[in-house]
């Protein structure tokens, strides 16, 4: 969720996903079904949807896709309390957050501890290498004065 949608109201959108709502649009349709996503912009997947004209019968969709600038109106469940909602929602969102964090610093750890005994053991097999190459030299140049 980008900060631009956790600083509004889709926030509650987002905390709704998984409950049956009653949308209304712009176009005087009603829309009943379960939330299955928002995005940022009030998009919405609708499951098990029922898309009611003012006029004329419902039909059934086993979705529906509503872009958020036809939404003109979300009805609440009735047994629910918005700010309970809200606030567990947010409290999960900080905790994946943290938890997101957190598993990039192990990764970064990880990988800096595999390049560090890579680059280790490389500079170790360089290093004897070296001191061997050396070594020749000094003992030839040795031999030889």
């Known amino acids: 969720m980008s900060r631009r949608s956790s600083n509004s109201l889709v926030v509650l959108l987002h905390a709704l996903q998984g409950r049956k709502l009653l949308l209304e649009l712009q176009n005087d349709v ?57 606030d567990t929602h947010i409290e999960q969102m900080k905790k994946q957050r943290v938890t997101a964090a957190l598993d990039v610093i192990n990764k970064r750890h990880e990988r800096m501890a595999k390049g560090t005994s890579s680059a280790t053991a490389a500079a170790g097999d360089l290093g004897d290498g070296l001191s061997e190459a050396c070594g020749e030299q000094q003992l030839g140049g040795e031999g030889e004065g």
């Not at 919405?44 to 958020?68: E, H, N, R, S």
């Not at 609440?76 to 309970?84: H, K, M, Q, R, V």
Request: charged letters at 20%; glycine letters at 8%.
């Open 30 to 86: 009603k829309v009943s079904g379960k939330l299955s996503h928002c995005d940022e912009y009030m998009n919405l997947l609708i499951d098990d949807a029922v898309w009611q004209p003012l006029q004329g019968p419902a039909t059934p969709y086993p979705f529906l896709f509503v872009k958020g600038r036809n939404l003109r109106m979300v009805h609440l469940p009735g047994n629910l309390d918005p700010a309970i909602l809200l």
